[in-house]
């Protein structure tokens, strides 16, 4: 196997911001190409977070310690069973790594990856949600404007001025569907719970995520869930499988993400132990191309909501995959018929 690591920095069309994070005019990302003695070649990307002290020279380094002859697109499993021996590996790299992976092994099965996995994917069925970060209230008027093509909107909050933002984006969209994001922006039950019952009466809000911050004890996440007249998703609080059970006690769904999960085929793990658990699920996303997106979307069929519009909040995606048009998430004009249905732009 040859693996080669692209950097690359994303410009964001707005800068951006969230309760638990500053803004931000620019994100960076590598782009995995990973090639086998055959010449088949499997996309990939790592999206590291700061959130979680992941950086892109963090993953770079990581990667020159692999030993490459011991991942094999015909043997996905053992590859991902390699990687999870090798000592701190970062969520960001696995996640680059099992992508790469995924899209080469498909393609060499000549199916989508969606088929790979026995999903399959049904088009016309599955709407993103399109994100309005934290800014200004006259700003927020402007981003729900230019976002009326989208039939969901998603308002992250955890902000001082969170009842003007509100009230910012019902002067534009009185009665489009929201989904509202505080990134562990309310820090305590009370306050969670008055910010609730006032969302609740708009009559159009569909879940909240991330209410209280991670790391919140049991006790306050329960008392929330009984009295909450919203449903509430857990994001920050949900990593991957083993964050299951934790997050059936004291939350109504989640919010799966393959940089968070590693891939995706922990998200696959993770969206199926969520089912049975009997949460909700929603497929969501960081700032990424369209290579983490499109590998998302692979797994709508395992989602009640999808929240895959990292790549439409830049300006130049070097990648192509599934669209978006109107919110409607299709790889009816994705590159090629396997794999991740990805490519790079020439």
């Known amino acids: 196997m040859q693996l080669h690591l692209r ?18 005019s ?3 990302v590598v782009i995995f190409e990973l ?25 770079v380094d990581f990667c020159a310690t692999l030993d490459l002859a011991r991942l094999s697109f015909a043997d996905v499993p053992g590859s991902m069973a390699y990687l999870d021996a090798v000592p701190g590996i970062p969520a960001a790299a696995r996640c680059g790594l099992n992508l790469a992976l995924l899209d080469g092994a498909a393609k060499r099965a000549g199916q989508a990856v969606y088929d790979f996995l026995g999903l399959g994917f049904r088009e016309n069925q599955h709407v993103t949600s399109f994100s309005i970060g934290i800014d200004a209230p006259d700003i927020i008027r402007q981003k729900v404007q230019a976002a009326e093509n989208y039939p969901v909107l998603k308002l992250k909050v955890g902000d001082p001025r969170d009842r003007e933002n509100f009230a910012a984006l019902r002067a534009v969209a009185p009665t489009k569907p929201v989904r509202v994001d505080a990134n562990e922006g309310w820090k305590t039950k009370e306050h969670a719970l008055e910010m609730l019952e006032l969302l609740a009466r708009d009559g159009h809000i569909q879940f909240v995520e991330q209410p209280m911050p991670r790391g919140t004890p049991m006790a306050d996440l329960v008392w929330l869930r009984e009295r909450s007249p919203l449903p509430l998703y857990a994001d920050e609080s949900c990593h991957t499988v083993r964050d299951i059970p934790h997050c059936a006690e004291g939350y109504h769904g989640v919010n799966v993400k393959l940089v968070k999960t590693g891939g995706i085929s922990m998200a696959f793990d993770t969206l199926r132990a969520a089912r049975a658990a009997g949460l909700k699920t929603m497929i969501g996303c960081m700032i990424e191309t369209s290579i983490l997106i499109s590998a998302a979307a692979h797994l709508a069929e395992l989602a009640d909501h999808l929240d895959l519009d990292g790549n439409l909040l830049t300006n130049n995606d070097p990648c192509r995959g599934a669209t978006a048009e109107r919110g409607i998430i299709s790889f009816a004009n994705a590159p090629g018929k396997t794999g991740l249905r990805v490519a790079l732009r020439a």
């Open 7 to 24: 950097p690359c920095e994303l410009r964001l069309v707005n800068p951006w911001k969230i309760a638990s994070a500053a803004g931000s």
């Open 26 to 28: 620019v994100h960076r």
């Open 35 to 59: 090639t086998d003695r055959d010449g088949v070649t499997g996309l990939g990307e790592a999206a590291p977070s700061s959130l979680y002290k992941e950086s892109v020279s963090g993953t």
